[in-house]
């Protein structure tokens, strides 16, 4: 194990922590709602506000960890904080020098991936870390990436209000504008935060809801509608032939064509209707109050607008569709539907491609 080395500006770095006076207090809702929101964004299991004492790692937050402090030898974040203009990330911690023999990767809680995006007080002092952790060997994608970097910002920020928070405590006299000032940090704050959540339930490419999200609307969809004698039908629609799109024109035009499909579909289909990107060229809708047949004359409809897109690939731009609606008369459920609604997108795809088929009830 390579222990991590001291900063040039340790002195300064550990005068600007103390004087948050934020080391060894209670947990705070604020942070905890950014290291799960870290989490879900990342798909990791431990997320961490991690701050770098004198000879300790100190959490504020944590999410599916027990411990509330490290020694700071062992500590990723306190290789993270020398390098403060950017994210940290160890892949597999077995593959790294580093860190192969590190008791918090030979022991528990065995880490194999880290990610630790530095927390910077104003004058640029790395403090800490908001870091995500697996016992797997990961990657991150790009837009996670961002998303790291962004809470931790937040979080940074959120540490400053504290900081500020005293020193209007102390100095400002007027209390009305103390109000003022603090109501706007929140309110920052709170629009900032949700957008972050906004951010990790959508597809960062089109726009439209990612999978996750798709999952929980259509839970609650299916919710409403059981019991009743309402409708609900859902369709999963695949672009033909679209990988021979991306090599013969590229991954930039493929991108193009995604967006231009997110964007019919949302013209097209209404408010009332639910859309999202099911996978890479696959996109999900589930259509309220719509029986089988009418679902399917719907999609035929975005089958022939499809079509009818002049995108300048090289070759028309058709999708297959694949349509299942929700069997009132038995337990049907999100995960039968999707495989209702598969098994009709795989017939059309066999049947020629370009054109719609009905799934039958089981």
Request: proline letters at 4%.
């Given at each position: 194990?390579?222990?991590?080395?001291?900063?040039?500006?340790?002195?300064?770095?550990?005068?600007?922590?103390?004087?948050?006076?934020?080391?060894d207090t209670e947990p705070e809702q604020a942070y905890d709602d950014l290291t799960r929101i870290a989490s879900g964004i990342c798909g990791m299991p431990i997320s961490l506000v991690?701050?770098?004492?004198?000879?300790?790692?100190?959490?504020?937050?944590?999410?599916?960890?027990?411990?509330?402090?490290?020694?700071?030898?062992?500590?990723?974040?306190?290789?993270?904080?020398?390098?403060?203009?950017?994210?940290?990330?160890?892949?597999?911690?077995?593959?790294?020098?580093?860190?192969?023999?590190?008791?918090?990767?030979?022991?528990?809680?065995?880490?194999?991936?880290?990610?630790?995006?530095?927390?910077?007080?104003?004058?640029?002092?790395?403090?800490?870390?908001?870091?995500?952790?697996?016992?797997?060997?990961?990657?991150?994608?790009?837009?996670?990436?961002?998303?790291?970097?962004?809470?931790?910002?937040?979080?940074?920020?959120?540490?400053?209000?504290?900081?500020?928070?005293?020193?209007?405590?102390?100095?400002?006299?007027?209390?009305?504008?103390?109000?003022?000032?603090?109501?706007?940090?929140?309110?920052?704050?709170?629009?900032?935060?949700?957008?972050?959540?906004?951010?990790?339930?959508?597809?960062?490419?089109?726009?439209?809801?990612?999978?996750?999200?798709?999952?929980?609307?259509?839970?609650?969809?299916?919710?409403?509608?059981?019991?009743?004698?309402?409708?609900?039908?859902?369709?999963?629609?695949?672009?033909?032939?679209?990988?021979?799109?991306?090599?013969?024109?590229?991954?930039?035009?493929?991108?193009?064509?995604?967006?231009?499909?997110?964007?019919?579909?949302?013209?097209?289909?209404?408010?009332?209707?639910?859309?999202?990107?099911?996978?890479?060229?696959?996109?999900?809708?589930?259509?309220?109050?719509?029986?089988?047949?009418?679902?399917?004359?719907?999609?035929?409809?975005?089958?022939?607008?499809?079509?009818?897109?002049?995108?300048?690939?090289?070759?028309?731009?058709?999708?297959?569709?694949?349509?299942?609606?929700?069997?009132?008369?038995?337990?049907?459920?999100?995960?039968?539907?999707?495989?209702?609604?598969?098994?009709?997108?795989?017939?059309?795809?066999?049947?020629?491609?370009?054109?719609?088929?009905?799934?039958?009830?089981?």
């Amino acid at each position: 194990m390579i222990k991590p080395r001291i900063p040039e500006n340790e002195d300064r770095r550990l005068s600007e922590l103390r004087e948050l006076e934020i080391l060894d207090t209670e947990p705070e809702q604020a942070y905890d709602d950014l290291t799960r929101i870290a989490s879900g964004i990342c798909g990791m299991p431990i997320s961490l506000v991690s701050l770098i004492d004198n000879d300790r790692q100190w959490f504020k937050s944590k999410q599916g960890l027990n411990a509330s402090e490290t020694s700071r030898d062992s500590a990723f974040c306190a290789h993270a904080i020398n390098e403060p203009s950017q994210l940290f990330v160890v892949p597999d911690a077995r593959d790294d020098p580093r860190f192969h023999d590190n008791p918090l990767v030979t022991g528990e809680p065995h880490i194999r991936f880290y990610a630790g995006a530095p927390l910077l007080t104003p004058t640029g002092a790395a403090i800490g870390t908001l870091c995500v952790i697996d016992s797997k060997p990961r990657s991150l994608e790009p837009f996670q990436a961002e998303a790291l970097l962004a809470l931790s910002r937040q979080i940074a920020a959120l540490m400053e209000l504290r900081r500020t928070t005293k020193r209007l405590h102390h100095q400002l006299v007027e209390r009305q504008w103390y109000e003022l000032q603090l109501r706007q940090y929140h309110e920052q704050l709170e629009r900032e935060n949700s957008e972050l959540t906004e951010q990790s339930r959508t597809d960062p490419l089109t726009g439209l809801l990612n999978r996750r999200a798709l999952n929980t609307s259509l839970v609650s969809a299916i919710q409403s509608v059981r019991g009743t004698n309402e409708l609900l039908a859902v369709a999963l629609l695949d672009i033909d032939h679209f990988k021979l799109i991306n090599d013969t024109c590229g991954h930039v035009e493929g991108d193009r064509v995604l967006v231009a499909v997110a964007q019919l579909l949302r013209r097209e289909c209404g408010s009332d209707a639910i859309i999202a990107r099911y996978g890479g060229e696959e996109f999900a809708i589930v259509l309220a109050r719509l029986s089988c047949e009418s679902a399917a004359a719907k999609c035929e409809s975005l089958r022939a607008a499809l079509q009818s897109l002049d995108l300048d690939v090289g070759i028309p731009v058709t999708a297959s569709f694949g349509v299942a609606g929700l069997d009132r008369r038995g337990d049907d459920d999100i995960a039968s539907l999707y495989v209702r609604a598969d098994r009709a997108l795989y017939t059309a795809k066999h049947n020629g491609r370009n054109r719609v088929e009905v799934a039958p009830f089981l």
